[in-house]
């Protein structure tokens, strides 16, 4: 680590933050639906819209209706999704004449693009035509996103208002955060893009002859949209199969810091939006800072873990100074290069820009953890936020009750009905990762696609329904998830990871929405002071993580141990 | 009280008690009772399990019988720990409960068959057992017979003992109409008679739910012990999935480790601390509640306390003595204020009111006067007529009273009465105080010549005496405390809005309604809880009733109306309306102490990772025993430590559990900063030290 490598990491992290303030005050605004500047423009649009599909604006839904019309939209965007990719031989801009997309992967990539994991068992380059990434895939990464921001914005609801019967309008919702924050956001970082270099291009591969005379085929595209919303919209799925290392999708150090930027900065905004439409923007900038906690010792673990590199190639007489280089991309460095691999598990985006197979062991055990405590550092955007509003609420019950009254959570009282909703939620991702992982850890025809034995195959096995169920869709690599039973499997992984986690978050969001606000008093335990935020990180921790641990044990942690004992697999 | 709390209190470490709960503890054993704690339930499953694989151990000599026969010991004593923290509790109140029975059996009741019948004696009486009375019956009781239920006296008058129920033995009156009309079932009237209309079911009487709630035997989750069962279950649940798939991970790195192993790593994880002392802290909750003399009828009532954010307290009672007293003697410009003091001390000797009781008390204690011996007086006793008091000399007389009475007595008009006087008797009664005129009057003979002496007198006033609403010293301070706990306290009172800012200024309350009505009470209840908070008080009348029913918590006086009783969900034995400020206290209490052991068990579990995981899996992978940082002394020892430390931690923390944590009056943030570091951090960092010493232990005796 040296001191140059945090200063990078502080820039970042700064620019993040600066940004997040502004863009989360504006979005505050635009959901709550006041006039902003944006709305001399799109405020017609917007209009447009309902008046095309029939929807009344100002009639808001309770949970049900909400969570109703989320489902049904999804349950089309699925339908339509699977139909591109099953039929794109026959649909326009295919340069290269792909075939359709066989139906066991076409249903894994469908249903994987409509979660926000973008868990991508492919190489796009190899399989999508242009009008799949476009049409298809990119459009689910804007639907997707504003879809995470509505039902974030449905939980925000259940704080603000007081004894309330409804949570909003889904339709309403989803057009506004596409329409003035995901749209207008793409717009400037896909043009950010373009100038670092990256290609935007409705032009086919291009053949070129490397200096060895041999020819090697150039894949193109519209790589520089599509890159802006795969950040911004938490998305992760990459253009090409080397994702961000690719030097088209991230041609250089400055694109490198706007992909990390475009990652943070809306779910933090979203944080600080929070915290504006409850009243309390402190309460926003606590919570930032219980992720900033571990998302920073994160990075922090991964950085000291890569530049201490495997004393096993020490020995063999590499040069220790430059840590472990494996799978890394020189023009990145090690600092950045772990900022991106805490960052993109923090949050649930699973762009990658090193391999993360190839990381050390406690290197790997970061993004694996992370994304089991929840995918709430921050999180995607809007599914972060409400996974941290769920533990923000368990923490306040397993704490509040020291301060001698019934816990309550910016003023909503805590009861049983919410904690058993929260505990349902969180019960979703030990369920579907151990739970799948344990099955295929002694399934032959699952095994047969590692390609690493001992505790590094298990980690693979971790990582990928670690990824899945998280919605996060990075890839430890070294694991073919392209077989029906890995196709299937995280499928189901990713909608439990989605959809079996935010339907209870969203009935607790009904039931905190319908009660009186309670005033602060002396007497009301403290949710925006530092003591809350050391405890919200404990009860991440402890409620969120510790389960996992016999099984980390076994991988990443057993491996470490073994790798300072001179042992490799 | 205070002697009854001490008796109770010796109870707890009583040995027959210890006896009588341990053998509970064993038949609280059935997985029926105990499926209502998934906690505790799963642990009972798992022990039965671990028994049936030592037996195969054992039969078989496979394995290692002599661990999993300890292994089977520890988690069959974690479960009796938490049924016996549960049986201790609920024995508390069981010796309590019996002597209220005895109070209710056997009662024979004299029911009027013509209830309109005018004369009690005239033979229309049967008698039936009490246990068969219905409501709306009229039953005749009679000096020294036990009141057989619950009801409204419909005529006549008797001094009851209700010493059953308060455990003070000073009789009470009570009689039909009014504000003392209710008559509590199995208390005795010593004197006269009464007929009583039953108002309660048979089996619903007031004592009836009382031994029903010291014993335990109605008790239901309150809402947040619901939330906290909610809570433990998903946790265990969670856990019973990471252990239940760590077989399969297990297997795919050649690492199974035993039934037996996973066992102990499930319990350990599990939160079996708080699972097992949660329903041991709500019965020690509501027994502290019981102790102090305050019934509530539900546990929910008891938490609702620990929530209250406004409190509405009565002025009269509460926040002052009952009665105005003498604070002040103002003397007139050329009179000495110890001739005052005497004149007003001499004047008052017949006034047997509590205010010329304290006209007295203070004259004796500021002017150190002595009991004047007094020859050849006449005593002028106070009269509500003429509200004056006062003493006959031979030569002059003394008269003390209201304003305009006494100078009516002195033969002036107010507009007579020298400007200094009328001054001070504004003053007095802008600060809330009742001003006391005091007037000497002489007998003075004037001779003229050649005339028969003529008598006429001269009247003097002397000055002034300050009667006040005297503030109960201490409460001052209380409300602070509350305020620090952010509690607001407001004050009722009939008082006019000057007096009542006068007062609430000096009682540091933070808001006061002044000129109450009951209407008003209830406007301001619902505006409070309109604004979100939750309200509590206390009352006795009729006209409380409506108020009581819409608080949060309303504390009935068990001295008030059956209506009253009946509108709150608390009753106070003692009738004291102070005592809604212990109420939140313990209601906080309670809460406190389940936060801080479920804060406590939960932050356990890091420990105990650190001591099983690496135990767990250092057959297979040697390299893990790196992850021993309390250098245990060998993985089966570690495991049984770990075991072990989880079964002890229950029953060492039960005296905790039953006493509830130490409470202070401050505010939520320094609370819950103290608590985090006691229980939070403590419970971090305990573990590691227990489990550390019982390896030492179990290393020593050859146990493992």
């Not at chain 1, 992967?105 to 242009?130: C, D, K, P, R, V």
């Not at chain 2, 946790?235 to 790195?253: H, M, Q």
């Not at chain 2, 006209?543 to 009783?565: E, Y």
Request: aromatic fraction near 8%; hydrophobic fraction near 50%.
């Amino acid at each position: 680590m040296t001191i140059n490598g945090w200063l990078q990491i502080a820039l970042v992290i700064g620019l993040v933050l600066i940004a997040a303030r502004p863009l989360g005050l504006y979005m505050a605004a635009v959901f709550d639906g006041r006039r902003t500047l944006a709305s001399v423009a799109l405020g017609p649009v917007e209009r447009g819209f309902y008046w095309l599909a029939g929807v009344s604006p100002e009639k808001e839904q309770g949970w049900l209706a909400y969570t109703g019309a989320m489902l049904m939209f999804s349950a089309l965007g699925f339908a339509s999704l699977y139909a591109i990719l099953r039929l794109q031989a026959w649909l326009p801009l295919n340069p290269q004449g792909f075939e359709g997309v066989p139906p066991d992967l076409a249903f894994n990539t469908a249903i994987s693009f409509l979660t926000n994991t973008n868990w991508q068992a492919y190489g796009g380059e190899t399989t999508m035509s242009h009008f799949s990434q476009m049409a298809g895939l990119a459009v689910h990464n804007f639907l997707s996103a504003a879809t995470g921001i509505a039902l974030a914005l449905a939980v925000t609801r259940a704080f603000s208002r007081g004894a309330a019967a409804t949570l909003g309008n889904f339709w309403v919702d989803l057009t506004r955060a596409t329409l003035y924050v995901l749209l207008p956001l793409s717009l400037l970082v896909a043009l950010a893009f373009v100038a670092t270099g990256a290609p935007q291009t409705f032009a086919g591969a291009v053949d070129a002859a490397t200096l060895e005379g041999a020819k090697q085929t150039i894949a193109l595209g519209p790589v520089a949209s599509q890159e802006a919303i795969k950040q911004l919209g938490t998305n992760g799925g990459g253009f090409f199969n080397a994702n961000a290392a690719h030097p088209f999708e991230n041609p250089n150090a400055f694109a490198n810091i706007l992909q990390i930027w475009s990652m943070l900065t809306v779910s933090a905004a979203l944080l600080v939006m929070f915290g504006k439409a409850v009243g309390a923007e402190r309460q926003g900038w606590a919570l930032l800072g219980a992720v900033g906690v571990i998302l920073l010792s994160g990075v922090a673990l991964v950085y000291a873990a890569e530049t201490a590199g495997n004393p096993l190639l020490a020995a063999l007489g590499l040069d220790p100074a430059q840590g472990n280089l494996e799978g890394k991309e020189l023009r990145f460095g090690q600092a950045l290069t772990a900022l991106y691999v805490a960052v993109t598990t923090g949050l649930s985006c699973g762009a990658v820009n090193a391999m993360h197979d190839s990381l050390t062991p406690l290197g790997g055990f970061v993004p694996l953890f992370l994304i089991q405590l929840g995918e709430v550092l921050p999180g995607g955007v809007g599914s972060g936020l409400y996974g941290l509003v769920v533990f923000a609420v368990l923490a306040v019950f397993i704490a509040g009750l020291m301060v001698g009254r019934t816990p309550e959570f910016l003023g909503k009282k805590i009861e049983a009905r919410e904690i058993k909703l929260a505990m349902l939620a969180v019960l979703i991702l030990p369920l579907a990762i151990l739970g799948f992982s344990a099955v295929a850890a002694v399934l032959p025809s699952a095994l047969a696609s590692l390609a690493n034995a001992g505790p590094h195959g298990l980690s693979e096995i971790l990582y990928t329904y670690t990824s899945a169920a998280g919605n996060n869709g990075s890839a430890f690599a070294g694991l073919n998830a392209n077989t029906p039973w890995w196709n299937v499997t995280t499928a189901i992984s990713m909608i439990l990871g989605r959809f079996g986690y935010v339907i209870p978050v969203m009935a607790m969001a009904g039931s905190l929405a319908a009660k009186k606000k309670a005033a602060p008093s002396a007497g009301t335990f403290p949710t925006d002071g530092p003591l809350f935020v050391g405890l919200l990180v404990g009860v991440i921790f402890i409620v969120g993580g510790l389960q996992f641990f016999p099984a980390l044990a076994l991988g990443p942690i057993v491996e470490h141990v073994l790798m300072l004992a001179g042992k490799t697999f | 009280m205070s002697a009854k709390f001490k008796t109770r209190r010796t109870l707890l470490f009583d040995p027959a008690l210890l006896i009588e709960a341990a053998a509970d503890s064993v038949r609280k054993l059935n997985p029926k009772t105990l499926m209502r704690n998934p906690v505790i339930f799963v642990t009972e499953v798992v022990a039965a399990l671990v028994t049936l694989l030592w037996l195969r151990d054992y039969f078989s000599a496979t394995g290692s019988p002599f661990f999993s026969g300890q292994i089977a010991a520890w988690l069959w004593f974690t479960v009796l720990f938490a049924t016996f923290a549960e049986a201790i509790a609920e024995g508390r109140g069981k010796a309590q409960a019996a002597a209220l029975r005895a109070s209710r059996s056997d009662t024979m009741a004299k029911r009027l068959i013509d209830p309109q019948g005018r004369d009690h004696l005239d033979g229309v009486i049967e008698n039936v057992n009490a246990l068969s009375l219905n409501p709306g019956d009229v039953v005749l009781v009679e000096a020294g017979d036990i009141i057989p239920s619950d009801g409204e006296i419909v005529e006549g008058v008797a001094s009851v003992n209700e010493s059953a129920i308060t455990g003070e033995s000073a009789a009470v009156i009570r009689e039909a109409g009014g504000d003392r009309s209710a008559v509590t079932g199995g208390t005795t009237v010593l004197s006269d008679w009464i007929k009583v209309r039953v108002t309660a079911q048979p089996g619903e009487t007031f004592v009836d739910r009382m031994i029903a709630l010291v014993e335990g035997a109605e008790r239901q989750k309150t809402p947040n012990e619901l939330a906290l069962s909610v809570l433990l279950a998903g946790l265990t649940l969670i856990f019973l999935i990471a252990v239940v798939t760590l077989y399969g991970l297990a297997a795919y790195s050649g690492a199974v480790p035993s039934v037996v192993v996973l066992v102990a790593l499930l319990v350990t994880l599990i939160p079996t601390t708080i699972g097992g002392l949660l329903s041991a802290i709500g019965i020690a909750g509501m027994n502290r509640l019981v102790r102090f003399n305050v019934l509530a009828t539900s546990g929910r009532a008891v938490e609702a306390a620990g929530d209250v954010d406004t409190l509405l307290l009565d002025k009269t009672g509460t926040i002052t003595f009952g009665n105005r007293m003498a604070s002040e003697f103002v003397a007139l410009p050329g009179v000495d204020s110890r001739r005052l003091a005497e004149a007003a001390l001499l004047a008052s000797l017949a006034d047997e009111t509590p205010e010329g009781r304290s006209i007295v008390a203070l004259a004796k204690g500021d002017f150190g006067l002595a009991e004047p011996e007094v020859f050849d007086a006449r005593a002028i006793p106070f009269a509500a007529q003429t509200r004056l008091s006062g003493l006959d000399l031979s030569t002059k007389s003394l008269r003390k009273g209201a304003v305009d009475s006494v100078l009516k007595f002195a033969g002036l008009s107010s507009e007579q009465a020298p400007p200094e006087f009328r001054a001070a008797v504004d003053r007095i009664s802008r600060s809330g105080g009742t001003p006391l005129a005091v007037v000497e009057t002489r007998n003075v003979q004037a001779h003229a010549v050649g005339a028969d002496a003529v008598a006429f007198t001269e009247s003097e006033l002397l000055g002034l005496i300050h009667l006040k609403d005297v503030v109960k010293p201490g409460i001052k301070a209380r409300f602070a405390a509350l305020r620090a706990m952010g509690i607001k306290t407001v004050m009722i009172t009939g008082d006019n809005p000057l007096t009542a800012a006068a007062i609430a200024t000096e009682a540091g309350v933070d808001d006061f309604l002044a000129e109450a009505t009951p209407e008003d009470k209830l406007n301001f209840i619902r505006k409070e809880q309109t604004g979100g908070r939750l309200v509590a008080m206390c009352g006795d009348g009729t006209n409380d009733a409506p108020a009581l029913a819409q608080a949060d918590v309303g504390v009935a006086m068990q001295s008030g109306t059956q209506a009253a009783r009946e509108a709150g969900n608390m009753v106070d034995l003692d009738s004291d309306p102070t005592k809604l400020i212990e109420v939140v206290e313990i209601g906080k209490q309670l809460l406190m102490t389940r936060g801080a052991l479920t804060t406590f068990s939960i932050a356990n579990d890091v420990a105990k990772y650190f001591a099983i995981l690496p135990a767990l899996f250092v057959a297979a992978y040697p390299e893990l025993g790196a992850l021993n940082v309390m250098h245990l002394a060998s993985p089966q020892s570690a495991i049984l430590s770990a075991v072990i430390f989880n079964a002890i931690i229950i029953i060492a923390l039960i005296p905790l559990a039953l006493k509830g944590v130490s409470y202070r009056a401050v505010g939520a943030a320094s609370l819950l900063r103290r608590n985090l570091l006691v229980y939070g951090l403590g419970g971090l960092a305990a573990p590691f030290v227990g489990i550390k010493l019982i390896d030492v232990a179990v290393t020593a005796l050859n146990l493992a």
